[in-house]
């Protein structure tokens, strides 16, 4: 899928992401979930905002550098080398999302861990934008699901479980 022309008077170069959902100049874009399906964005420049899914990040209830899948180390692999090329990058928002199920303490705390997680994982990589982790728990669910078959509602429950990346260029501080 290719991005038409930019909105603002600014064109930025293009790059390519497969993340689940991107926003560029106030566009939203899906991509297929997996590492096959991808947005094309500027090369050199990173998005305003990129969502991954936990599921293809952590393991079931993971929050550790351990319990990143190899899928989920691919795509911040990916991720690092296309935040590190981008020199106009100033700031990223890390924020971590749980889904319904668990006590709000606990998700909270989840919510926190994973987003810290991404954002060490971003620093250990080499980036050096100034970086702030943010957990949210169960804030901000995308789904309507209401199985009351645990693992069918797991499953529905998947986009509600989310690390999002927010980044700030110097350009948008002017």
Not at 113 to 130: D, I, K, N, P
Not at 146 to 153: E, F, G, I, V, Y
Not at 158 to 163: F, G, Y
């Given at each position: 899928?290719?991005?038409?022309?930019?909105?603002?008077?600014?064109?930025r170069?293009?790059?390519?992401?497969s993340s689940?959902?991107?926003?560029?100049h106030?566009?939203?874009?899906?991509?297929?979930?997996?590492?096959?399906?991808?947005?094309?964005?500027?090369?050199?420049?990173?998005?305003?905002?990129?969502?991954?899914?936990?599921?293809?990040?952590?393991?079931?209830?993971?929050?550790?550098?351990?319990s990143?899948?190899?899928?989920?180390?691919?795509?911040?692999?990916?991720?690092?080398a296309?935040?590190?090329?981008?020199?106009?990058?100033?700031?990223?928002?890390?924020?971590?999302?749980?889904?319904?199920?668990?006590?709000?303490?606990?998700?909270?705390?989840?919510?926190?861990?994973?987003?810290?997680?991404?954002?060490?994982?971003?620093?250990?990589?080499?980036?050096?934008?100034?970086?702030?982790?943010?957990?949210?728990?169960?804030?901000?669910?995308g789904?309507?699901?209401?199985?009351?078959?645990?693992?069918?509602?797991?499953?529905?429950l998947?986009?509600?479980?989310?690390?999002e990346?927010?980044?700030?260029?110097?350009?948008?501080q002017e």
């Open positions: 899928m290719m991005l038409g022309p930019a909105s603002s008077a600014r064109q170069p293009r790059s390519t992401w689940q959902r991107s926003v560029k106030g566009r939203v874009l899906t991509a297929a979930r997996g590492s096959a399906g991808g947005v094309e964005f500027d090369p050199n420049l990173v998005p305003e905002f990129v969502a991954l899914p936990v599921d293809a990040l952590f393991a079931f209830n993971g929050s550790t550098v351990e990143i899948t190899s899928e989920g180390r691919e795509r911040l692999d990916r991720l690092i296309d935040v590190k090329g981008d020199g106009a990058l100033s700031s990223i928002t890390v924020s971590g999302f749980t889904d319904r199920l668990g006590s709000e303490a606990y998700n909270q705390r989840l919510s926190h861990e994973r987003a810290e997680t991404v954002r060490r994982s971003l620093a250990s990589g080499g980036v050096t934008a100034a970086m702030e982790a943010r957990g949210y728990g169960r804030a901000s669910p789904t309507d699901c209401r199985m009351r078959d645990r693992r069918a509602l797991v499953v529905c998947a986009n509600d479980r989310r690390v990346l927010r980044f700030l260029h110097k350009e948008d």
